[in-house]
């Protein structure tokens, strides 16, 4: 049957295209046709049980069928009638397709129906429920059922009327997660990280208010799926609910809000940013002098490090109070579309953000914003833990190999893999930078403080900018939340300024992320 009916495809393909282009006048339209012609031929030949002895009159008499079909639905001309076969074979099976897709169409659209429509739709035809057991089932005046079945038929018949049967496909986007403040010990974000339905429906509600019914419509999902993630999602407050609607009630930011607080700071660069490097630069000597474990590194080398905990340690951007979270947190969730990688001011560039735990810091960005160093910096992994201990006792111990004992040796030999320690000349010693709390507090005072004074004009300036920008990136609903954003972006002057400086030829450039990780990693005696 395979063999002939290739054998078929190859004699009449050229003519019935010829046969379809004189009926479209269009090619595309024409190859169109012809393959739904061929589709309906394949069906109708498989289900016939007698040998097509006449294949080419059945093809044309299904090619007019196919077409009279498309006349219809675009013309909603009354059904036009044409006996392909005899009427035993061919009306039999033109009525069961056609019955078949209407089956597919109705089972599709009961899906999208809203939580009550799609309840009643059911109970009264599948489950064969009268209007007075569904009231009485769903504790709800008969009235109300009658006009929910009504309503649900209308909307129907309407939609079928227009011809409206789109598969609602659509092109989901990534929703990156991540908080500011300190996590529990089962984060809840981790969950929508990991569920692209939940991404896509925090997305979908996050400019306005939207019903379960029009976020389903948007996406393409059936409104049952919708209403089971979102009921997770209101439980932990990651969206709010009033009168039926639901609206994200955490910021989200993407990349092109991103590239308009890059273009502010690039306004204020020369009162800003370069005057930050231009002072830190000034100030080598006084700095060096300091005496910190690292300070004689290069100063493209160091400055990594300085304008990092200027920025990030030392000007204090009010960030209101952390809510405690349903999953036992105190933080603010915070969201980024992701978009292409190629794509933004900053493309390129990664931006991790300002780490810090057991008076360890490190702040990820360029190429070495992702980093094992995360690990060291997370309190819930044993294995983390471990090292991260045996490291603060070979600091409190100056690295003085007296102080290991011998089940601790696997420990250091990881730390050295992993470029923490370095041994060199049989001594072991730091692969970053040590404060003391003396020679914190002097760096504090005698260069941070007064570079802060000199920049407070251009501080409060930027402040001003910045804040007008926030309150139009905001929806309505999330106005309250502009000081948090504005903190957030203000945040971004050591991203901003670190990326400038780097631009500038001022900052060392890493030739990998391992060569980069320990730049700004950094550890203060507290």
Request: with cysteine; charged share 25%; glycine share 4%.
């Amino acid at each position: 049957m395979e063999k002939q009916m290739e054998t078929w495809v190859e004699q009449y393909s050229l003519p019935l295209l010829r046969w379809c282009l004189g009926k479209t006048g269009s090619r595309s339209q024409a190859e169109d046709l012809a393959q739904e012609v061929w589709l309906q031929f394949f069906s109708a030949v498989r289900k016939e049980q007698a040998p097509i002895r006449q294949p080419e009159h059945l093809l044309f008499r299904i090619a007019r069928f196919v077409w009279c079909k498309h006349l219809r639905k675009k013309q909603q001309l009354q059904p036009l009638v044409e006996s392909l076969m005899a009427p035993d074979f061919t009306d039999s099976w033109a009525d069961e397709t056609e019955a078949e897709q209407q089956l597919r169409w109705l089972h599709e659209k009961i899906t999208r129906l809203s939580h009550l429509h799609r309840e009643i739709m059911i109970l009264y035809y599948v489950d064969q429920l009268s209007q007075r057991q569904i009231a009485e089932k769903l504790h709800l005046p008969q009235s109300t059922v009658r006009w929910y079945l009504f309503d649900t038929r209308r909307k129907l018949r309407e939609e079928k009327k227009s011809m409206n049967q789109t598969n609602y496909a659509y092109r989901p986007q990534r929703l990156s997660m991540g908080i500011n403040g300190t996590c529990g010990p089962d984060l809840a974000t981790n969950r929508i990280t990991q569920n692209l339905l939940m991404q896509n429906i925090l997305i979908a509600c996050y400019q306005e208010a939207k019903k379960p019914q029009e976020i389903a419509d948007r996406l393409g999902v059936a409104c049952a799926y919708i209403e089971h993630e979102l009921e997770w999602l209101v439980q932990q407050e990651f969206v709010a609910e009033e009168n039926g609607k639901y609206a994200t009630s955490f910021l989200i930011r993407t990349t092109r809000q991103e590239d308009e607080v890059s273009r502010l700071f690039e306004k204020h660069k020369p009162h800003l940013s370069d005057k930050i490097v231009q002072y830190l630069k000034e100030k080598e000597s006084e700095i060096r002098a300091i005496g910190f474990v690292g300070c004689d590194r290069p100063m493209e080398k160091l400055l990594w490090l300085l304008i990092y905990h200027f920025t990030q340690q030392y000007l204090q951007f009010e960030m209101p109070p952390r809510p405690i979270r349903a999953d036992g947190g105190q933080y603010w969730p915070l969201g980024h579309v992701r978009s292409d990688p190629a794509e933004g001011l900053r493309a390129g560039w990664a931006y991790n953000g300002s780490m810090h735990i057991d008076d360890f810091f490190w702040f990820g960005l360029y190429n070495f914003g992702r980093s094992e160093i995360e690990n060291l910096m997370d309190a819930y992994t044993p294995y983390w833990h471990g090292l991260r201990e045996f490291l603060k006792k070979l600091i409190r111990n100056h690295f003085d190999e007296a102080c290991i004992h011998e089940n601790e040796k696997e420990k250091l030999a990881t730390l050295i893999e992993k470029g923490f320690v370095l041994k060199e000349d049989g001594q072991l010693r730091p692969n970053f930078v040590i404060f003391t709390p003396a020679q914190y507090t002097l760096l504090r005072e005698s260069i941070f403080k007064p570079l802060k004074q000199l920049l407070q004009p251009a501080l409060d300036a930027l402040t001003r900018d910045m804040e007008a920008l926030c309150r139009s990136a905001l929806p309505r609903h999330l106005n309250h939340l502009t000081p948090l954003l504005l903190s957030q972006s203000l945040s971004s002057l050591g991203f901003e300024t670190e990326y400038l400086a780097f631009r500038d030829g001022h900052l060392y450039q890493p030739q990998d992320p391992h060569d980069g990780e320990f730049l700004t990693l950094a550890y203060l005696y507290q």
